[in-house]
């Protein structure tokens, strides 16, 4: 649901990791856009190690701007031109596509938006969703989805990967940034989570 949200809008370039301790072929078989590129990695580590990952697929990027996208999200896409065009303008160095408001659908609307891909409904019903992942101190949350020019990126040292599992490693990499001095953007409108069972990696 994820990525058709985003190739339904956007002819771009998206990479996708799955590392686990088998391939399943169930991401494979969904994967019906060809700017598409999977990679499987076998990983029988019960943690996901996810800023090592996000390390690796980083370094394959040879554009100017970076995104890092969770699998579980999704967003008006008003929202990604509205970021996206931040960053070519050079009036900004991170920009993210919501506004700090991160909501979990709730299995009840997420089932509907997986039969009808109707995001106006999600919408609609915002004031049914919880908040998740708020950071102390930062307006809002600042996981989930984020766009950087790929230069800052790097310069900032990528994902820090000292955060080993699901937790803190936005916040941290936040902070960071606005250590550098990086001009950080929000655009308006909410980010929606779709909801699902949890394990030990927040997944």
């Not at 070519?88 to 991170?94: A, F, G, L, Y």
């Not at 106006?120 to 919880?130: E, I």
């Not at 998740?132 to 989930?144: F, P």
Request: proline share 2%; with cysteine; aromatic share 14%.
């Amino acid at each position: 649901m994820s990525v058709d949200s985003i190739v339904r809008y956007f002819r771009t370039r998206i990479l996708i990791m799955e590392a686990s301790s088998y391939q399943n072929e169930i991401i494979p078989s969904l994967i019906k856009d060809d700017t598409v590129k999977y990679t499987f990695l076998v990983d029988k580590d019960p943690v996901f190690y996810k800023t090592k990952y996000l390390n690796i697929l980083a370094k394959q990027v040879d554009t100017p701007l970076v995104c890092i996208w969770d699998a579980d999200v999704i967003l008006d896409h008003l929202q990604i031109l509205d970021a996206v065009k931040q960053l070519r303008t050079r009036t900004s160095d991170v920009a993210y596509p919501y506004d700090g408001n991160f909501l979990d659908t709730s299995d009840i609307l997420r089932e509907h938006y997986w039969l009808h891909r109707d995001l106006d409904f999600l919408k609609k019903h915002q004031a049914k969703m919880n908040s998740l992942y708020t950071v102390e101190g930062v307006i809002g949350a600042v996981g989930g989805a984020v766009f950087a020019q790929t230069e800052k990126y790097l310069q900032a040292g990528m994902e820090n990967e000292d955060f080993y599992g699901w937790g803190l490693e936005d916040g941290e990499r936040h902070y960071r940034w606005l250590s550098f001095g990086y001009r950080i953007y929000r655009s308006e409108g909410c980010l929606f989570h779709l909801s699902h069972p949890r394990d030990q990696n927040g997944m």
